[in-house]
């Protein structure tokens, strides 16, 4: 089947520790994304990445980093430089360069810093 | 960015036609309105998209003012498994050409009811 794929479900970090999120994807998309969301709340966009190699800041990167060495993973990292890291995180993927192209969603991941 | 503002909740009885309201009135001419659904603590499942035109799909159909200020979506049979909130987004070009965010707003919670 062909989807993306986010590991684990639930993660628990302490205060301080910097924690790697998983988001793979197999519908040979170019471009990826990682949004956050906190409860009540629509999703916000963290990073994105058009190409391998390639990625920009969304609306709230500070404290977080990722990385984009193949096409169908973009790994994110929350850095303690992240002020309020419990949330849930959602990664997403779509075609490049139509203009119908929908974004298709992960299951997510729900971080919870303790 | 566009923004949306939906209605915070709505009921409907099962087996009735669901209208979900969205306005939209920043909206530029070349951005599209998408909508979601998210149940509770998945990643949010795309239902349909438009530019101008009525769109209809297995799922919906999706109605757009003339003047683009505003759009409801219609899910005509609503089923219990209908129950999620519903985004109303907004989409925006960002980076090259090829590749856009999604502005989510806090999405409107449907309950149907037995």
């Known amino acids: 089947d062909g989807g993306i794929t986010q590991s684990p479900k639930y993660l628990f970090r302490k205060e301080g520790q910097n924690v790697t999120l998983s988001c793979e994807q197999n519908l040979n998309h170019d471009a990826m994304y990682w949004y956050r969301q906190d409860p009540g709340q629509g999703l916000r966009l963290i990073y994105y990445s058009q190409i391998v190699n390639d990625f920009q800041k969304g609306d709230i990167a500070e404290g977080y980093s990722v990385s984009r060495e193949k096409k169908e993973s973009f790994p994110l990292t929350v850095t303690s430089a992240q002020k309020n890291p419990t949330a849930f995180y959602l990664c997403a993927s779509s075609p490049f360069g139509t203009p119908y192209n929908e974004q298709f969603f992960g299951p997510g991941t729900r971080l919870t810093v303790l | 960015d566009a923004k949306t503002t939906q209605p915070t909740s709505m009921d409907c009885a099962e087996g009735r036609a669901a209208n979900l ?27 349909i998209h438009g530019l101008k035109n009525n769109e209809t799909n297995e799922m919906a159909s999706l109605i757009i003012t003339e003047d683009r200020k505003s759009s409801t979506l219609i899910l005509p049979h609503a089923t219990l498994r209908d129950t999620a909130v519903y985004y109303c987004i907004v989409r925006v070009a960002i980076g090259t050409s090829g590749t856009y965010k999604y502005i989510f707003g806090t999405g409107t919670r449907l309950k149907v009811l037995a």
Do not use: K, L, M
């Not at chain 2, 070349?30 to 979601?36: A, G, L, T």
């Open chain 2, 21 to 47: 309201p969205c306005n939209h009135s920043t909206i530029s001419g070349n951005e599209y309105v998408y909508w979601y659904r998210q149940i509770h603590s998945q990643g949010p499942q795309y239902i």
